[in-house]
């Protein structure tokens, strides 16, 4: 079964600027995060969807939204980027039933760097 | 989630078994002990999760103890891909909260 997989891998963008990151999840599985990871903060919620729907976020502005499409797959969207939002962007998927056993598989991130 | 606490870092000879160490002192009775490790720059890979039994699985052994308070990661026979920084997360897993809190981790070096 094919894993997580995230486009672009690297991206460069400027202040000011949007920057939309996309997400596959693994076949079947309803629910994707999204995590920011830095060298200071570590990695981070910033939030979730299942079904279409945002059921949890982090503690993130409002310039991070997400969004997902009734095939599962996420995309996540900054606008007016600041320098501070280098960062790696992780996207996780699990089947999203709520039980222990519900494991979130990780995809290899995008690297956004903000000049 | 229950916070964990773990080691800074911890080093590994190569072939040896290594064991990394996590505190969960106040997990509650639902929530499942996970360990992640993230290679440098890479997406964090699952390793082994459990309630209360130990576990095992083709990369590693958990250990659980039997008040829960504690666990040990052990990965057998370590070879110099080991090398990552690797999380424990206490996690309930309850619907609805897919949320994984990762504290800094153990950066684990195996040394040749």
């Known amino acids: 079964k094919a894993g997580v997989t995230q486009t672009p891998r690297y991206l460069i963008k400027t202040r000011g600027q949007q920057v939309t990151l996309s997400c596959s999840p693994i076949?079947?599985?309803?629910?994707v995060s999204w995590y920011q990871q830095t060298p200071g903060q570590g990695l981070q919620f910033l939030f979730e969807?299942?079904?279409?729907?945002?059921?949890n976020k982090g503690n993130f502005p409002g310039r991070f939204s997400g969004r997902q499409f009734s095939n599962s797959r996420s995309e996540m969207n900054v606008s007016t980027l600041e320098l501070g939002d280098s960062a790696l962007y992780l996207c996780?998927?699990?089947?999203?039933?709520?039980?222990?056993?519900?494991?979130?598989?990780f995809g290899p991130g995008t690297r956004l760097t903000v000049l | 989630d229950a916070k964990t606490t773990q080691p800074t870092s911890m080093d590994c000879a190569e072939g040896r078994a290594a064991n990394l160490p996590c505190n969960h002192s106040t997990i509650s009775g639902n929530e499942y002990v996970y360990w992640y490790r993230q290679i440098h720059s890479q997406g964090p890979q699952y390793i082994i999760h459990g309630l209360k039994n130990n576990e095992t699985n083709e990369m590693a052994s958990l250990i659980i103890t039997e008040d829960r308070k504690s666990s040990t990661l052990i990965l057998p026979h370590a070879t110099l891909r080991d090398t990552a920084v690797y999380y424990c997360i206490a996690w309930g897993g309850n619907f609805g909260n897919e949320k994984l809190t990762f504290g800094t981790g153990t950066r684990l070096t195996i040394i040749p």
């Open positions: 969807y299942f079904s279409e729907t945002q059921r």
């Open positions: 996780a998927s699990s089947p999203g039933q709520g039980r222990g056993t519900d494991t979130q598989y």
């Open positions: 076949s079947g599985h309803r629910s």
